[in-house]
C-alpha cells in the first residue's frame, strides 16, 4: 500500500512557464514534506520543505503548498528552466526525533523542459 | 567537503552470489541511512544507523540482507545469497541533526545492482 502518491509519471513545460508537480499522502501521521530532485546517475538532492504546521514555504523559483485537510501537495517552480529537467520525488515523514530521516517516497514524476 | 560517497557504482552478479555495498557518509554525520529503487518504482528505506546502532531496520526485505557500520563510520550492506528481485539502485544518505535544522538528507549517487 503506497502512502505516497505521485500520480503523474511526467510532466512537460515550456521554458518560463510554471511547473506544478503534484503529490497525495494517506497517512495522516506524516507531518513533514519534503522534495527532491534527482539527475540521471546521481543521488537525490534537497530541494524545498515543509512542515505540517504550515501550509507553505518558499525558496526562491520554488514553493511547496500543503492542504493537510485533502492529503495533498504541490510543488510550484517559476519560472521552468531547462536544467530543472529531472526525476522530482516526493517524500514525508512521521513525528518523533529519530524518525524524520524514514522517509516515505512516492514514484517520482519526470520534468521536461523545453527551450 | 566530500558528499556521501558509495562503491561500487555498479555490480552485476549472478543469483546466488553475494555482494557487499559501502558507503562512506559525510564526515561527523551520526545517522546513516540504506534506501533502495527497485526498478523506477519509489525509493524505499531499508534501515538507519545512529553511529554504529541500529535504529530503525523495519525496511529490510529479508535475512538476506545484513547491514553493519563497524566504529560508526562507514557502512557495508551485505546480500547473500542475492536474488533476481534484489536487483536495484541501493541509496545511501547521511544526516547530523535528529531535529529539523534543515530537515534533508544528503544522498550518494548510488550503487546500482543486477542480479543475472
Same mark, same amino acid.
Given at each position: 500500500?503506497?502512502?505516497?502518491?505521485?500520480?503523474?509519471?511526467?510532466?512537460?513545460?515550456?521554458?518560463?512557464?510554471?511547473?506544478?508537480?503534484?503529490?497525495?499522502?494517506?497517512?495522516?501521521?506524516?507531518?513533514?514534506?519534503?522534495?527532491?530532485?534527482?539527475?540521471?546517475?546521481?543521488?537525490?538532492?534537497?530541494?524545498?520543505?515543509?512542515?505540517?504546521?504550515?501550509?507553505?514555504?518558499?525558496?526562491?523559483?520554488?514553493?511547496?503548498?500543503?492542504?493537510?485537510?485533502?492529503?495533498?501537495?504541490?510543488?510550484?517552480?517559476?519560472?521552468?528552466?531547462?536544467?530543472?529537467?529531472?526525476?522530482?520525488?516526493?517524500?514525508?515523514?512521521?513525528?518523533?526525533?529519530?524518525?524524520?530521516?524514514?522517509?516515505?517516497?512516492?514514484?517520482?514524476?519526470?520534468?521536461?523542459?523545453?527551450? | 567537503?566530500?558528499?556521501?560517497?558509495?562503491?561500487?557504482?555498479?555490480?552485476?552478479?549472478?543469483?546466488?552470489?553475494?555482494?557487499?555495498?559501502?558507503?562512506?557518509?559525510?564526515?561527523?554525520?551520526?545517522?546513516?541511512?540504506?534506501?533502495?529503487?527497485?526498478?523506477?518504482?519509489?525509493?524505499?528505506?531499508?534501515?538507519?544507523?545512529?553511529?554504529?546502532?541500529?535504529?530503525?531496520? %523495519?525496511?529490510?526485505?529479508?535475512? @538476506?540482507?545484513?547491514? &553493519?557500520?563497524?566504529? +560508526?563510520?562507514? =557502512?557495508? *550492506?551485505? $546480500?547473500?545469497?542475492?536474488?533476481?528481485?534484489?536487483?536495484?539502485?541501493?541509496?545511501?544518505? %547521511?544526516?547530523?541533526?535528529?531535529? @529539523?535544522?534543515?530537515? &534533508?538528507?544528503?544522498? +550518494?549517487?548510488? =550503487?546500482? *545492482?543486477? $542480479?543475472?
Amino acid at each position: 500500500d503506497q502512502q505516497v502518491k505521485q500520480n503523474s509519471p511526467s510532466l512537460s513545460v515550456q521554458e518560463g512557464r510554471i511547473s506544478i508537480l503534484n503529490c497525495d499522502y494517506t497517512n495522516s501521521m506524516f507531518d513533514y514534506f519534503l522534495w527532491y530532485k534527482k539527475y540521471p546517475a546521481e543521488g537525490p538532492t534537497f530541494l524545498i520543505s515543509i512542515s505540517s504546521i504550515k501550509d507553505k514555504n518558499e525558496d526562491g523559483r520554488f514553493t511547496v503548498f500543503l492542504n493537510k485537510s485533502a492529503k495533498h501537495l504541490s510543488l510550484h517552480i517559476v519560472p521552468s528552466q531547462p536544467g530543472d529537467s529531472a526525476v522530482y520525488f516526493c517524500a514525508a515523514s512521521g513525528r518523533g526525533g529519530t524518525s524524520y530521516g524514514k522517509l516515505t517516497f512516492g514514484q517520482g514524476t519526470i520534468l521536461t523542459v523545453h527551450p | 567537503e566530500a558528499g556521501v560517497t558509495q562503491f561500487p557504482s555498479h555490480s552485476v552478479i549472478e543469483k546466488g552470489q553475494t555482494v557487499t555495498l559501502r558507503c562512506d557518509p559525510i564526515s561527523g554525520h551520526d545517522n546513516l541511512y540504506w534506501y533502495r529503487r527497485v526498478m523506477g518504482k519509489e525509493i524505499k528505506f531499508l534501515l538507519h544507523f545512529v553511529k554504529e546502532s541500529k535504529q530503525d531496520e %523495519s525496511g529490510m526485505p529479508n535475512n @538476506r540482507f545484513l547491514a &553493519e557500520r563497524t566504529g +560508526g563510520t562507514y =557502512s557495508t *550492506l551485505k $546480500v547473500q545469497p542475492a536474488e533476481l528481485e534484489d536487483s536495484g539502485v541501493y541509496f545511501c544518505a %547521511s544526516s547530523q541533526d535528529y531535529g @529539523r535544522v534543515s530537515g &534533508e538528507l544528503f544522498f +550518494g549517487e548510488g =550503487s546500482r *545492482l543486477t $542480479v543475472l
